[in-house]
């Protein structure tokens, strides 16, 4: 299975059959904007300034020459053929009208441009938050050699999971950067402590389990977009019956991040070399995650996870197919950008 997310222009710039819908329906806007001004008595009154509406929304929708169009179109429709007063049937002096028309063409011209330069930073600013994420995930994976691809598998099967549970688009994003930065927080444990062989004594079982709140401010320090990947990092060691940590979380309390992480981290774990012992059999660690259903994990995760497995679409070993996942971006970007990203088979 092939899984990769690509931006597309769908909804705010859309192309094709659902292009001409939408620039349609701005000039129907224009034109009833004609009839009000009419019927309002003509240009004289402050009704023509009703059309900066549809001449913006087409700048924000198609850019520069949407802004040129749709200025153009409402200059001509408020122009020769729209009277200055209805009542005494006065018209405008052509001046008058031109002057109009090119100057909405003029802010047309000039929102188009200045929706294209936003959303090209804004873009260019969710590139650089990807590649910081992506340089976090790189330290994560040179801190801890011996568990080479550990993040990018925990990765896959979370997406597989959470696809098979009906997520949205936006939640699947957050979910694989949350397993990507699961054990971020890992970077300020000891090596020591990471790679013992033997069994951790209490106090350095206590220092292991600082990683998910470190991990955690670190990345809530960098964006405040990254919110939804910060309550998976947070939530992938508690457990469903409120025994895990760091916060001791029961049942539905415990984000759905960190219920489908819990799952997929814990399975990767014991299927994979560690220092203080050799990996499981994939049979002998499902058989460890279902014993623990309702106890350790989410029984219905357990569920899911259990029949994308039978299905044989669980990845054990190797290094997982390239994913290329923007970072999470706010309402607020996605508005001004124009983008969404969206999840294909």
């Not at 049937?89 to 936003?118: C, D, N």
């Not at 330290?139 to 568990?147: A, E, G, M, Q, Y």
């Not at 939640?171 to 930065?181: E, V």
């Amino acid at each position: 299975m092939k899984w990769r997310f690509e931006s597309v222009k769908k909804y705010l710039q859309p192309k094709g059959s659902r292009a001409l819908m939408v620039f349609g329906c701005q000039l129907a806007l224009l034109f009833v904007i004609a009839f009000v001004v009419y019927a309002s008595g003509g240009t004289q009154n402050a009704r023509p300034h009703l059309a900066y509406l549809p001449i913006i929304l087409a700048a924000f929708s198609f850019g520069i020459p949407g802004g040129l169009v749709s200025g153009m179109v409402a200059g001509l429709v408020l122009g020769p053929w729209m009277p200055m007063d209805v009542e005494l049937a006065i018209y405008q002096q052509q001046s008058s009208w031109l002057f109009r028309l090119f100057f909405f063409m003029t802010i047309g011209g000039v929102a188009g441009l200045l929706f294209e330069v936003l959303g090209n930073t804004i873009e260019q600013l969710v590139e650089a938050e990807a590649s910081m994420l992506r340089a976090l995930s790189t330290t994560v994976s040179l801190r801890n050699k011996d568990t080479g691809n550990h993040s990018e598998r925990v990765a896959y099967n979370a997406l597989l999971v959470g696809k098979a549970m009906g997520l949205a688009l936006a939640d699947l994003q957050g979910l694989y950067w949350a397993a990507i930065l699961h054990d971020l927080g890992k970077i300020a444990t000891p090596e020591e402590i990471l790679v013992k062989p033997g069994k951790l004594t209490p106090e350095e079982y206590s220092v292991i389990k600082q990683h998910p709140q470190i991990g955690a401010d670190l990345l809530r320090s960098i964006s405040e977009d990254f919110e939804p990947v910060i309550q998976g990092v947070l939530a992938h060691h508690e457990r469903w019956d409120g025994t895990g940590y760091p916060y001791g979380q029961q049942g539905e309390e415990i984000h759905i991040f960190g219920r489908i992480l819990a799952v997929v981290d814990v399975f990767e774990a014991l299927t994979s070399k560690r220092p203080y012992r050799g990996p499981l059999l994939p049979e002998d660690a499902v058989n460890y995650i279902c014993e623990n259903r309702g106890s350790h994990f989410d029984p219905g995760t357990v569920d899911i996870f259990m029949d994308l497995y039978n299905q044989g679409k669980i990845l054990v070993h190797g290094r997982p197919p390239d994913i290329e996942v923007a970072p999470p971006v706010s309402a607020k970007r996605v508005i001004l950008s124009g983008k969404r990203y969206i999840f294909t088979d």
